[in-house]
């Protein structure tokens, strides 16, 4: 009773865990450029702000280097919920000097 207990609870916390949130990256996509996604889970709400929230991510990844971000390129994939094409956004960015930009 005990082991089938044990395998119930691992399983699902694994289930759980593929409802979560990801962000993936940042991914070096040639020099100084970065790629960066975040995507909902297996059971999306479709009222996260995954723009936002990637572009916070990846400003504060260049902010840890004492740089500010520039985007280059971003999309945006909000479903259908079938076949694992759940919302994500995505963006290409640098991370360039604070004193370059003003």
Request: a negative charge; glycine letters at 10%.
């Given at each position: 009773?005990?082991?089938?207990?044990?395998t119930?609870?691992?399983s699902?916390?694994v289930l759980?865990?593929?409802?979560a949130?990801t962000?993936i990256?940042p991914?070096?996509?040639g020099?100084n450029t970065?790629?960066?996604?975040?995507?909902?889970?297996?059971?999306?709400?479709?009222?996260?702000?995954?723009?936002a929230e990637?572009l916070?991510e990846?400003g504060?990844?260049c902010?840890?280097?004492?740089?500010?971000?520039?985007?280059?390129?971003s999309?945006?994939?909000?479903g259908?919920?079938?076949?694992?094409n759940?919302?994500?956004?995505?963006?290409?960015?640098?991370c360039?000097?604070?004193?370059?930009?003003r």
């Amino acid at each position: 009773m005990k082991v089938e207990n044990i395998t119930y609870g691992i399983s699902l916390m694994v289930l759980l865990t593929g409802c979560a949130t990801t962000t993936i990256g940042p991914i070096a996509a040639g020099k100084n450029t970065y790629v960066m996604s975040r995507e909902e889970g297996a059971f999306p709400s479709g009222s996260e702000p995954l723009m936002a929230e990637v572009l916070t991510e990846a400003g504060i990844f260049c902010s840890s280097q004492g740089e500010k971000i520039k985007l280059i390129n971003s999309t945006e994939n909000s479903g259908p919920y079938i076949l694992g094409n759940y919302p994500k956004a995505t963006i290409t960015f640098s991370c360039i000097d604070i004193m370059v930009t003003r």
